[in-house]
């Protein structure tokens, strides 16, 4: 195969691209994305603060341009993302308890009904857990309206569009031994031991120099996915951008059944939030780098 989703596609996988609304003017970057990506997620036009930018006034006009675009285009969409720490609007940062709990709820019903059945997977939940060795959940507004906030979430989302995968998604849980993978894990378990709604685990896979590529990355995908969900890499960005990481990242993945696919987190270098990490498969002429060539042959 020539492009990278038509590769993945051998295997019934995608290959996608975290798209940005103001980038699809710039021809360059447009045919690029457009020729090698089959799965699209807004790099910040499904974000709370762009969809819901005043208390119940959701807005999306930025979200549905990258929506639109990847529809007509033939690409699946990932939803990303409804309840997170970060990238809140002003009105839900100064809100807490039952108030904020309540417009979290509301957030989930009112984006997931404007792309009701339109939406290959939802990451519902992103970065709850935190860093380092304590295996605890990240202290946050949401956090602290109760630590059961993560699986009001997951049932709202399923009632809200039942035809999405549901996803928890993270960064610094691609290496086994982390706590904050074991953390993660058991949270996995337990909800799927109570019958709380998740279907898919996204692993972001920002790898840099504090946070390396480790080879029992696939032993945590496999772990994953024997707890019955699927597993995606999300947002793949590696520092420097080395050919045989990306090739063992595709091979992870291809490894495990219900691996669903891969996003990298832009398209060119110049459009990376990382663009001095060069973490990316395209050079910013739009030419293929190394590793593009190293992701194609081991798809
Ligand atoms: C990043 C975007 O790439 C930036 O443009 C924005 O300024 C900040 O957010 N984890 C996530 C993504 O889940 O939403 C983040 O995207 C990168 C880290």
Not at 105 to 131: C, L, P, R, S, T
Not at 217 to 227: D, E, S, V
Request: proline content about 2%; some cysteine; hydrophobic content about 40%.
């Amino acid at each position: 195969e020539s492009t990278l989703g038509a590769a993945a596609a051998q295997s019934g996988r995608y290959f996608g691209v975290a798209i940005a609304a103001n980038r699809l003017s710039d021809s360059t970057y447009a045919t690029i994305a457009n020729r090698e990506f089959n799965s699209v997620t807004a790099e910040n036009e499904m974000k709370i603060d762009a969809t819901q930018p005043q208390r119940g006034q959701f807005n999306f006009t930025a979200a549905d341009r990258v929506y639109n675009w990847a529809v007509q285009n033939g690409k699946q969409v990932r939803g990303h993302t409804l309840a997170w720490h970060s990238q809140q609007p002003g009105w839900m940062q100064s809100l807490s308890g039952s108030a904020l709990r309540q417009a979290m709820i509301d957030h989930i019903n009112g984006v997931m009904a404007h792309y009701k059945g339109k939406i290959a997977q939802w990451d519902v939940v992103n970065e709850a857990f935190a860093d380092g060795s304590s295996g605890a959940r990240r202290d946050s507004n949401l956090q602290r309206t109760g630590n059961d906030w993560i699986e009001v979430a997951f049932r709202a989302a399923r009632a809200a569009d039942p035809s999405a995968k549901l996803c928890y998604n993270d960064y610094n849980v691609e290496n086994w031994t982390w706590a904050k993978t074991q953390a993660m894990y058991a949270m996995v378990r337990d909800f799927k031991q109570r019958g709380v709604p998740i279907d898919c685990v996204g692993f972001q896979a920002h790898f840099n120099s504090g946070s390396p590529y480790n080879a029992n990355f696939r032993t945590t995908l496999q772990n994953f996915a024997a707890l019955g969900v699927d597993v995606a890499v999300t947002e793949l960005d590696i520092q420097g951008a080395s050919s045989t990481t990306y090739a063992n990242v595709v091979n992870d993945c291809l490894a495990v059944s219900r691996c669903l696919g891969i996003t990298v987190w832009g398209v060119r270098d110049s459009d990376s939030w990382r663009s001095g990490d060069t973490p990316l498969l395209f050079n910013n002429d739009g030419s293929k780098k190394p590793a593009y060539t190293a992701v194609l042959n081991a798809l």
